[in-house]
């Protein structure tokens, strides 16, 4: 592992910073996730029918295993995590393999697929992370660039009000209480430093529910609604079925993730200045797969290094892993206190769509800085930025794309951000590494 000291300082990663900053910052990482941690079992549930009491059950599991799966990630123990500011949350390659394993055996199924391949990946991971010498930066640069302008539109979803397919979304008021929270957000970093800039998202969050309540759009009914305490226990649906081919399916699922997490990890270390190496990866990727292991077992689900963190780390310029820890403990007391969790719950999709912007355009230019590195005088490396970017985009621009391919096809291409990196990891390969000309200087 890297050193935490260098010359008697600290490395940023490792400062632990005062406790009132610490607290802020990490409920900063939380409300900047939470909508995505909670949108795979909303999808799932509506999917496969359950009954609501069950939904307020899985998301409050679902919270409870993002931070326990997040501590694990930043705190770290024997050769588990990667120790950086990653937050955990739920994969959404694993949204259609679960519907589908869902409808056929129910929950108990999804579980027992989840165990096997949360036990699979961390079993594989020393072996997976022998591969990084295939992530150089004309790769990383491409994959995050991908990442960013793949999650662009969630944003839009969400500035437009959820539902494409709703009577109200794309109603002025929502596009502009978006763009109120946008502008909030770019003016407190243009007029403000120290503090306050860092903290500009959640300013902007907090700023835009005051508006959205104002003018009558958020909602604090749930809060009175949801209850005071609760606890997921393990196994609450049961013991766990395995199947074969669910199992196969989440595998699959697994293997694309461990590419995306890669990805992740690698522009998270070049934030922070800890750049990742193969010991990390696969410290990093056990975590992983303990996580999704954990999360078979408390109810919950595949878990994953989350892009919009990766983004924020980026905005605040904030590197010490310990704030998203504080995220991680904030995400417990939301999955054992509903309440706390439905005043999050309350924040209008607006608002969040308005912050989305920025999160995630600053993952795509993460990515644009990564290739900045990259030698482009070569045409080998513009048709690998150029055939990735091409291949990621497709579902972006239309969904539906790969509709009439069988589930196991669907289960790896839906996904742009999985395809996009599979072409660039491939391309790099065939160009630079089997084709003898492999770039000293950009591939290190």
Same mark, same amino acid.
């Given at each position: 592992?890297?050193?935490?000291?260098?010359?008697?300082?600290?490395?940023?990663?490792?400062?632990?910073? =005062?406790?009132?900053?610490?607290?802020?910052?990490?409920?900063?990482?939380?409300?900047? %996730?939470?909508?995505?941690? @909670?949108?795979?079992?909303?999808?799932?549930?509506?999917?496969?029918?359950?009954?609501?009491? #069950?939904?307020?059950?899985?998301?409050?599991? #679902?919270?409870?295993?993002?931070?326990?799966?997040?501590?694990?990630?930043?705190?770290?123990?024997? +050769?588990?995590?990667?120790?950086?500011?990653?937050?955990? !949350?739920?994969?959404?390659?694993?949204?259609? =393999? %679960?519907?589908?394993?869902? +409808?056929?055996?129910?929950?108990?199924?999804?579980?027992?697929?989840?165990?096997?391949?949360?036990?699979?990946?961390?079993?594989?991971?020393?072996?997976?992370?022998?591969? /990084?010498?295939?992530? =150089?930066?004309?790769?990383? !640069?491409?994959?995050?660039? &991908?990442?960013?302008?793949?999650?662009?539109?969630?944003?839009?979803?969400?500035?437009?009000?959820?539902?494409?397919?709703? #009577?109200? *979304?794309?109603?002025?008021?929502?596009?502009? /209480?978006?763009?109120?929270?946008?502008?909030?957000?770019?003016? &407190?970093?243009? *007029?403000?430093?120290?503090?306050?800039?860092?903290?500009?998202?959640?300013?902007?969050? &907090?700023?835009?529910?005051?508006?959205?309540?104002?003018?009558?759009?958020?909602?604090?009914?749930?809060?009175?609604?949801?209850?005071?305490?609760?606890?997921?226990?393990?196994?609450?649906?049961?013991?766990?079925?395995?199947?074969?081919?669910?199992? /196969?399916? %989440?595998?699959?699922? %697994?293997?694309?993730?461990?590419?995306?997490?890669?990805?992740?990890?690698?522009?998270?270390?070049? &934030? @922070?200045?800890?750049?990742?190496?193969?010991?990390?990866?696969?410290?990093?990727?056990?975590? #992983?797969?303990?996580?999704?292991?954990?999360?078979?077992?408390?109810?919950?689900?595949?878990?994953?290094?989350?892009?919009?963190?990766?983004?924020?780390?980026?905005?605040?310029?904030?590197?010490?892993?310990?704030?998203?820890?504080?995220?991680?403990?904030?995400?417990?007391?939301?999955?054992?206190? =509903? +309440?706390?969790?439905?005043?999050?719950?309350?924040?209008?999709?607006? @608002?969040? !769509?308005?912050?989305?912007?920025?999160?995630?355009?600053?993952?795509?230019?993460?990515?644009?800085?990564?290739?900045?590195?990259?030698?482009?005088?070569?045409?080998?490396?513009?048709?690998?930025?150029?055939?990735?970017?091409?291949?990621?985009?497709?579902?972006?621009?239309?969904?539906?794309?790969?509709? !009439?391919?069988?589930?196991? *096809?669907?289960?790896? *291409?839906?996904?742009?951000?999985?395809?996009?990196?599979?072409?660039?990891?491939?391309?790099?390969?065939?160009?630079?590494?089997?084709?003898?000309?492999?770039?000293?200087?950009?591939?290190?």
């Amino acid at each position: 592992m890297s050193e935490t000291r260098a010359e008697g300082r600290v490395h940023p990663v490792d400062e632990i910073l =005062p406790a009132g900053r610490l607290a802020v910052l990490g409920l900063q990482h939380v409300l900047a %996730m939470y909508a995505g941690a @909670v949108a795979v079992p909303l999808i799932l549930a509506s999917a496969i029918g359950l009954p609501e009491e #069950d939904l307020i059950y899985l998301i409050n599991a #679902d919270l409870f295993t993002c931070g326990v799966a997040t501590l694990i990630q930043t705190v770290g123990f024997w +050769k588990l995590g990667f120790r950086l500011p990653i937050i955990q !949350g739920v994969t959404f390659a694993a949204v259609t =393999p %679960m519907i589908f394993i869902g +409808k056929a055996g129910g929950l108990t199924a999804i579980y027992g697929s989840v165990i096997v391949a949360g036990i699979i990946t961390f079993l594989i991971s020393p072996y997976f992370s022998r591969l /990084l010498r295939f992530f =150089p930066p004309v790769v990383t !640069g491409s994959i995050i660039t &991908i990442i960013g302008v793949s999650l662009l539109p969630v944003a839009v979803n969400w500035a437009g009000g959820g539902d494409p397919g709703a #009577d109200n *979304f794309g109603n002025p008021s929502n596009i502009a /209480l978006a763009f109120v929270v946008l502008l909030i957000i770019v003016v &407190i970093y243009r *007029f403000f430093g120290g503090f306050i800039s860092r903290i500009a998202v959640l300013l902007g969050l &907090i700023l835009g529910t005051i508006v959205a309540t104002i003018a009558g759009v958020t909602d604090f009914g749930g809060v009175g609604e949801a209850a005071a305490f609760g606890i997921t226990t393990p196994f609450y649906f049961g013991l766990p079925t395995f199947g074969f081919a669910a199992i /196969l399916s %989440m595998i699959l699922v %697994m293997l694309v993730t461990m590419v995306e997490t890669t990805g992740n990890a690698v522009a998270v270390g070049e &934030i @922070v200045e800890r750049p990742i190496r193969e010991e990390n990866l696969a410290a990093g990727l056990r975590a #992983d797969g303990l996580s999704t292991a954990l999360g078979g077992i408390l109810n919950a689900f595949p878990y994953t290094a989350y892009a919009q963190n990766v983004g924020l780390v980026r905005l605040t310029g904030v590197r010490s892993r310990w704030v998203v820890a504080a995220a991680g403990g904030f995400l417990i007391l939301l999955g054992l206190f =509903p +309440k706390l969790a439905a005043v999050v719950a309350a924040i209008p999709l607006p @608002v969040l !769509g308005g912050a989305g912007f920025v999160l995630f355009g600053t993952v795509a230019a993460t990515g644009i800085r990564t290739l900045a590195r990259v030698d482009f005088e070569r045409n080998a490396n513009v048709i690998i930025v150029a055939v990735s970017l091409a291949l990621g985009l497709i579902t972006v621009a239309s969904p539906d794309f790969y509709s !009439g391919f069988p589930p196991g *096809f669907q289960i790896v *291409f839906n996904s742009g951000i999985t395809a996009g990196s599979i072409a660039a990891i491939i391309l790099n390969v065939a160009f630079n590494v089997l084709g003898g000309a492999e770039e000293r200087a950009d591939t290190r």
